[in-house]
């Protein structure tokens, strides 16, 4: 059977290098595999369920866009679309939104993170936010979703809300329920300023993360100044439960080289954190510089990068279509 592969990412803005190991750099994998389908939006009604100004989000789409190419997507090969522009997304999301069950919702750790303490003053649509990342996932029968750790929880949901929908309607396998694709190692690469946060678009410390969009100059500062502790580089894996940041390192650099753990620590076991900075530098250059200067060439092409999401809208418009008509059936309308 062929793998139908759905993600999405939300154009706020400072992509970053988590972004990229814990999700971007697994849709090119998937791209590139046979017999496999792969859908990526650029899901900017997820974006509105916090404040956004209009003319930084109609960038900051354009941005993502340019991200998702730079990094290795091929529109002629996987679907590249805007959420917004299928209003399929909108149409199924309500529909879900009377299967899903309040008591799921209120489980969610991420509505809680976000929301804050008011949580009277959250939107509505963040609250409902994993309703809509179901539909995104459902129209298209996707088998496989490709994420960072944090969206564990909400897959799940997708999956709870799937189940439902399928029992309520007595429709049997109608919607297909998808497997969550997180890496073992490095699914949650943590703020270079505390090993115990994840890294995070909305930190406001620049030097918390990695931008994709980052000059050689600034990856290598933020490197250099990246937190450590006070040991040299240990020589097993134990060691590191209790060096958030040491642990952070090393994985971002097995990762950015496609290694085992294990590999990286018998290298620079016994090191010091400034010989291994530098190691790490010139691995993150190597691998994202490349990305950083295809992105400024790309944003300027205004043209090309909306060619690419018309094209890809039309295409996502045709599927998930297609599926809200079967779907308004099973319903009843
Ligand atoms: P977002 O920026 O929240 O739309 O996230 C886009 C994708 O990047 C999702 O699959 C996230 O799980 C993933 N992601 C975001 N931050 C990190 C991180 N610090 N480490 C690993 N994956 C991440
Ligand atoms: N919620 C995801 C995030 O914040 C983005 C997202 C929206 C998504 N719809 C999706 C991811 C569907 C995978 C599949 O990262």
């Given amino acids: ?67 998702f190419i730079a990094s290795g997507l091929d529109h002629k090969k996987s679907i590249i679309f805007q959420q917004s522009m299928v209003a399929s997304h909108s149409e199924f999301s309500w529909i879900l939104g009377c299967s899903a069950r309040m008591g799921w919702l209120n489980r969610m750790t991420q509505f ?38 944090d969206q564990k929880q909400h897959l799940e949901l997708t999956r709870d809300i799937a189940q439902k929908f399928n029992l309520d309607f007595n429709s049997n396998d109608f919607l297909k329920i998808p497997e969550p694709m997180i890496q073992k190692e490095f699914a949650r690469i943590m703020s270079l300023k505390d090993g ?62 496609n290694q085992e753990i294990n590999k990286t620590i018998k290298e620079f076991s016994g090191k010091s954190f400034s010989e291994f900075k530098k190691k790490l530098s010139e691995i993150a250059i190597e691998k994202i510089y490349p990305i950083s200067l295809e992105m400024s060439k790309l944003k300027k092409d205004f043209t090309f990068i909306d060619s690419v999401l018309t094209d890809g809208n ?14 308004k059936k099973i319903i009843g309308f």
């Fill in 196 to 257: 115990t946060k994840k890294m995070s678009k909305s930190d406001p410390s620049e030097m918390s993360r990695i931008n994709l969009n980052d000059s050689k100059e600034e990856i290598e500062n933020k490197i250099k100044k990246a937190k450590t502790d006070t040991l040299a580089l240990p020589d097993n894996t134990n060691e590191l439960e209790n060096r958030p940041e040491a642990k952070n390192l090393l994985g971002i650099y097995s990762s950015l080289n």
């Fill in 314 to 327: 039309a295409k996502a418009d045709t599927i998930s279509s297609k599926k809200v008509s079967e779907i």
């Fill in 112 to 149: 809680k993170e976000k929301a804050g303490k008011d949580k009277e003053k959250a939107s509505v649509g963040l609250y409902v936010y994993p309703v809509l990342m179901a539909a995104d996932i459902l129209l298209y029968d996707t088998t496989h979703v490709p994420v960072g750790e």
């Fill in 1 to 67: 059977m062929s793998k139908k592969i759905f993600s999405g990412v939300q154009p706020t803005g400072n992509l970053h290098l988590g972004n990229y190991l814990g999700a971007i750099k697994n849709f090119v994998n998937f791209q590139n595999q046979t017999n496999t389908d792969c859908i990526y939006c650029v899901v900017d009604l997820h974006a509105i369920t916090v404040k956004q100004d209009p003319s930084k989000l109609k960038a900051n789409i354009r941005e993502t866009t340019a991200a």
